[in-house]
Antibody
Framework: EVQLLESAGGLVQPGGSLRLSCAAS????????MSWVRQAPGKGLEWVST????????YYADSVKGRFTISRDNSKYTLYLQMNSLRAEDTAVYYC?????????????WGQGTLVTVSS | DIVMTQSPGSLAVSLGERATINCKSS????????????LAWYQQKPGQPPNLLIY???TRESGVPDRFSGSGSGTDFTLTISSLQAEDVAVYYC?????????FGQGTKVEIK
């Protein structure tokens, strides 16, 4: 059974940094692209970033480009999102998500999500 | 970026009745190499992550009840719940995965009338 477990988020001041992690199990981690998708309180879903199975290719939403970095450690079955220069508008529940296969970015598997609050 | 527009924003349907949600993309999401539409539907209940219902516009995910069906092609798509059950109260999102970035519709809230 696929399981995705995000680390705890938290309260961060504007301009601050936070690293999220997502521990994966139940599948061959290195064979699948992984993504982060976020949802601001009471709002819809927004794709944030994707990393290829091998880690060599990364993609970002314009809203986070240059501030967020996605990475993975395939030996630890763990996905990361380093978030720097955080803004109030980054406040959201952050989900890690797994594609089904073949690089098509729809998501059958999601973590439970972790809340990141950016506020002074 | 491809913009996904859902309608209506919310709808109230009686138990056992049909619910229909529309999704329109700003450009075609039909992938010519496999003649499939790169369109997915999700259900999200409060406090839960989204749950994939449909992909390739009309392929039901394993375990999804057959009262959920997807249709459409090109730029216009529909999610139909043929006989609304109480457990179907949720927000529904469409998503295109034809091109980067993948984009979601704004959501449609389904309630019981």
């Amino acid at each position: 059974e696929v399981q995705l477990l995000e680390s705890a988020g938290g309260l961060v001041q504007p301009g601050g940094s936070l690293r999220l992690s997502c521990a994966a199990s139940g599948f061959i981690f290195s064979s699948h692209a992984m993504s982060w998708v976020r949802q601001a309180p009471g709002k819809g879903l927004e794709w944030v970033s994707t990393i290829s199975g091998g880690g060599g290719d990364t993609y970002y939403a314009d809203s986070v480009k240059g501030r967020f970095t996605i990475s993975r450690d395939n030996s630890k079955y763990t996905l990361y999102l380093q978030m720097n220069s955080l803004r109030a508008e980054d406040t959201a529940v952050y989900y890690c998500a797994k594609e089904l296969s073949s690089g098509w970015l729809y998501f059958p598997h999601w973590g439970q999500g972790t809340l990141v609050t950016v506020s002074s | 970026d491809i913009v996904m527009t859902q309608s209506p924003g919310s709808l109230a349907v009686s138990l056992g009745e049909r619910a229909t949600i529309n999704c329109k993309s700003s450009q075609s999401v039909l992938y010519s190499s496999n003649n499939k539409n790169c369109l997915a539907w999700y259900q999200q209940k409060p406090g839960q992550p989204p749950n994939l219902l449909i992909y390739w516009a009309s392929t039901r995910e394993s375990g999804v009840p057959d009262r959920f069906s997807g249709s459409g092609s090109g730029t216009d798509f529909t999610l139909t719940i043929s006989s609304l059950q109480a457990e179907d109260v949720a927000v529904y999102y469409c998503q295109q995965y034809y091109s980067n970035p993948p984009t979601f519709g704004q959501g449609t809230k389904v309630e019981i009338k």
